[in-house]
């Protein structure tokens, strides 16, 4: 199974694009960042993401957004003005929009469900401070 789990932030704004077909395609390439200091190593992955879920996200994909992928890895070959070299892509499965968006308002937190209250018997007559602090 070819599985790509990754986090990183996004280089550019996504393009929306159609294909002959009439399918919209997303793409977007994404900066990975591994280690520290001097030993900071980055590399870019090339994504697409196909579809109504490319229609539905292209808007919220902008240029800095930290972004988790999951999808199929690939290696392609290209060359061009006579220099070659690989490019590392993902055939986007799932994309997750990870922190808030800085201009949009700040949404309050949902409130808190109350507990229901304990029935009796059973391990609900247990000592309270006997219970696991988990």
């Not at 061009?80 to 800085?102: A, P």
Request: net charge negative; aromatic share 6%.
């Amino acid at each position: 199974m070819n599985c790509l789990n990754f986090t990183g932030n996004l280089g550019s704004d996504a393009e929306l694009r159609q294909t002959p077909n009439g399918k919209a395609v997303a793409n977007f390439s994404v900066a990975m960042t591994s280690g520290w200091g001097d030993r900071k190593v980055t590399t870019w992955v090339r994504c697409a993401l196909w579809g109504d879920r490319a229609n539905s996200v292209v808007q919220y994909l902008t240029k800095g957004k930290t972004v988790a992928v999951t999808g199929e890895a690939s290696l392609r070959e290209w060359e061009s003005n006579g220099k070659s070299g690989v490019s590392f892509e993902c055939n986007v499965q799932n994309v997750t929009l990870c922190g808030g968006n800085d201009s949009a308002p700040s949404q309050q937190a949902a409130p808190q469900q109350q507990q229901p209250a304990p029935q009796s018997g059973g391990m609900s007559d247990m000592d309270d401070s006997d219970s696991i602090p988990f």
